[in-house]
């Protein structure tokens, strides 16, 4: 990504600068705060990848983009001020959400991805049936 941004990843003022950029949600339009109840911590955070996902699906169908933060983790009390996010719900993620700049450089690298097969081992059926 750094590299597409012109910089290395380790340039230390790049990053700090793309960390700011998020912590500014990338200048998106809106941005999508996801809470959970706090007894649902545990195995419900399974239920809230599944939200954040099928939004960003949604989304992306509608030719929206989408970016998924940890930024609400790292400083909650913000968003409980700003928004009045109760004591009994957990911050859990942030989704910047409008249109991509097609242009912007951080949008046209390519993202190599593994093959399948490194990533699933299938044991007692067979894949091609």
Not at 97 to 110: H, K, L, S, Y
Request: aromatic share 8%.
């Amino acid at each position: 990504m750094f590299k597409a941004l012109g910089t290395s990843d380790s340039d230390k003022e790049a990053r700090e600068a793309w960390r700011l950029a998020g912590v500014g949600f990338f200048d998106a339009p809106h941005v999508i705060i996801i809470c959970a109840a706090r007894c649902l911590l545990g195995w419900g955070m399974y239920d809230v990848g599944a939200v954040a996902q099928s939004i960003m699906l949604a989304a992306h169908a509608k030719g929206l983009g989408t970016c998924p933060q940890a930024a609400p983790i790292r400083h909650p009390w913000i968003f409980r001020e700003v928004l009045g996010i109760p004591p009994d719900k957990e911050v859990v993620l942030a989704m910047p959400i409008g249109f991509p700049d097609r242009g912007a450089a951080v949008n046209r690298f390519d993202r190599p991805r593994l093959p399948l097969a490194e990533m699933l081992t299938w044991k007692g059926m067979d894949p091609k049936a």
